[in-house]
T-cell receptor
Framework: GAVVSQHPSWVICKSGTSVKIECRSL??????MFWYRQFPKQSLMLMAT?????????EQGVEKDKFLINHASLTLSTLTVTSAHPEDSSFYIC?????FGPGTRLTVT | GENVEQHPSTLSVQEGDSAVIKCTYS??????FPWYKQELGKGPQLIID?????GEKKDQRIAVTLNKTAKHFSLHITETQPEDSAVYFC?????????????FGQGTRLTINP
């Protein structure tokens, strides 16, 4: 299957700052990637669809100005959490088709 | 939109016994049903999947069955081992090649007792 990597694997940031999470496809080119969020002991919820060379498509209830997605190349999609707050603390996972990256644990203090 | 229900939320079985996890979906247009194993702190790992033109698929100790009419699918793990302990998620999506956006079930925490 496709290999997806994420960086960093975990990050701690202060409230009000921004943090960027990278998602890379290692052995394929992806025109579409997906960003999911998972709160502790809960399921994965789709946040947005990242489209190479165009704007991301956000799911209902997800603030597009808070979660900035950039898919500038066929192997890299980034998610930037802007003005992070403690309630943004979560596990963020990117995916390509049915394959997922290892996830990024974000803790906002 | 699609809604996926998964049961049970927790399951405890003795090592060597079988485990069954069931999911139902709502959208008859869904045609791809993957199952994932997630260990603590890690991303979901695809363990088996099935498309709507197939009723059953098996891979060693793991099998998935699909009933399109009833809109439900199940994961069967036989001869369970302690390393099978994890959280398992079912999902559903549409797409002819590769999954489009996935809708997940609530997850099942499986514990294998030695």
């Amino acid at each position: 299957g496709a290999v997806v990597s994420q960086h960093p694997s975990w990050v701690i940031c202060k409230s009000g700052t921004s943090v960027k999470i990278e998602c890379r496809s290692l052995d394929f080119q992806a025109t579409t990637m997906f960003w999911y969020r998972q709160f502790p002991k809960q399921s994965l919820m789709l946040m947005a669809t990242s489209n190479e060379g165009s704007k991301a498509t956000y799911e209902q209830g997800v603030e597009k100005d808070k979660f900035l997605i950039n898919h500038a190349s066929l192997t890299l999609s980034t998610l930037t959490v802007t003005s992070a707050h403690p309630e943004d603390s979560s596990f963020y996972i990117c995916g390509y088709e049915q394959y997922f990256g290892p996830g990024t644990r974000l803790t906002v203090t | 939109g699609e809604n996926v229900e998964q049961h049970p939320s927790t399951l405890s079985v003795q090592e060597g016994d079988s485990a069954v996890i069931k999911c139902t979906y709502s959208d008859s247009a869904s045609n791809y049903f993957p199952w994932y194993k997630q260990e603590l702190g890690k991303g979901p790992q695809l363990i088996i999947d099935i498309r709507s033109n197939v009723g059953e698929k098996k891979d060693q100790r793991i099998a998935v069955t699909l009933n399109k009419t009833a809109k439900h699918f199940s994961l069967h793990i036989t001869e369970t081992q302690p390393e099978d302990s994890a959280v398992y998620f079912c999902a559903a999506s549409q797409g002819s090649q590769g999954a489009q956006k996935l809708v997940f079930g609530q997850g099942t925490r499986l514990t294998i007792n030695p």
